[in-house]
């Protein structure tokens, strides 16, 4: 259960999927490196998908800080 306290990782189930990289842009662009490897679609699809969407490419892992 997300905590109520409205600061840090507990703040809303939307901020805590961001935080882990599991909400809607992530699992979007980790599909779409996906074809990029498998060769279905070039790589700068999923480079446009990373600024489209402001993603930092060279974040820690958040499961592994």
């Not at 599909?31 to 969407?53: P, Y």
């Not at 974040?59 to 800080?65: I, L, S, V």
Request: net charge negative.
């Amino acid at each position: 259960m997300l905590g109520t306290d409205g600061f840090g990782r507990s703040d809303t189930r939307e901020a805590l999927r961001s935080f882990f990289e599991v909400d809607a842009a992530h699992v979007v662009v980790t599909v779409l490196n996906s074809l990029a490897r498998d060769g279905e679609i070039e790589r700068k699809v999923v480079a446009d998908a990373i600024t489209t969407f402001g993603i930092d490419p060279n974040r820690p892992d958040p499961a592994h800080p």
